[in-house]
């Protein structure tokens, strides 16, 4: 088993519709959830991070966390052409030592179509 | 957020030949990783370089192919090694962001560096 599981889509919604794009993982000791945007032939770009369960939201994206569950989500309100790429979870996990490594689930493509 | 930059943003080489990534931060950063994303596939750590001490490396990943430079807080290069096509990639460099940069538990990328091998 993986230990980050993320849908490949890809996934192909109309201007305006919601979209939810979601990671599981397996590991308990995983503290820092993180949403990567990446444009074709770009870096990844920080989208949104937070460390607890819960909802956190900025502007038209709320990032959600389940501990219990172990899932991880993004949601995306009133999806823009603009918001087309792949969507990464990323997620920190600490080693004994006091380094840490991140973690990345596979990505997902989304087109938003005008 | 920090701002980094990689050079090369492309190169196309020949197989058995090397190439060195370099990776220039606009400030001082602690931790800086090397990761490698193929084709339609994830980032996969190479390696993490803190200054002062030796990169280490992640499994499937040895120095002698990769190896790593990291004389200051600013600035690290990844070298790839006696390359053969299995190498043709993006390379990417990211940090932990600096005090009053951002979140330092959070990675911010470089744009990466696209390496094709013939």
């Known amino acids: 088993q993986k230990e980050v599981e993320q849908d490949p889509g890809p996934l192909s919604v109309p201007e305006g519709a919601i979209v939810s794009l979601n990671c599981t993982y397996s590991n308990s000791a995983f503290q820092y959830f993180m949403w990567y945007r990446q444009y074709s032939r770009k870096g990844p770009e920080l989208l949104m991070y937070t460390y607890s369960s819960g909802n956190k939201e900025d502007g038209r994206f709320t990032a959600q966390v389940d501990k219990s569950s172990k899932y991880i989500s993004l949601f995306i309100r009133d999806s823009q052409p603009s918001d087309s790429a792949t969507y990464l979870c990323?997620?920190?996990?600490?080693?004994?030592?006091?380094?840490?490594?991140?973690?990345f689930g596979t990505g997902t493509r989304l087109k938003v179509l005008a | 957020s920090a701002v980094i930059s990689q050079k090369p943003s492309r190169d196309i080489c020949q197989r058995g030949t090397s190439l060195t990534i370099q990776c220039q931060v606009d400030?001082?950063?602690?931790?800086m990783f090397w990761y490698r994303q193929q084709p339609g596939q994830s980032l996969t750590l190479i390696a993490t370089?803190?200054?002062?001490?030796?990169?280490?490396?992640e499994s499937g990943f040895v120095i002698d192919k990769f190896p790593i430079s990291r004389p200051n807080l600013t600035f690290s290069t990844l070298t790839v090694s006696n390359m053969s096509p299995e190498d043709s990639s993006i390379y990417l460099c990211?940090?932990?962001?600096?005090?009053?940069?951002?979140?330092?538990?959070?990675?911010?990328f470089g744009p990466g560096t696209r390496l094709t091998v013939l």
């Open positions: 990211s940090v932990n962001p600096g005090r009053g940069l951002g979140d330092p538990d959070t990675q911010y």
């Open positions: 400030s001082q950063v602690t931790m």
């Open positions: 990323a997620m920190r996990v600490p080693f004994t030592s006091g380094t840490y490594k991140y973690i």
């Open positions: 370089a803190n200054q002062g001490s030796e990169a280490t490396y």
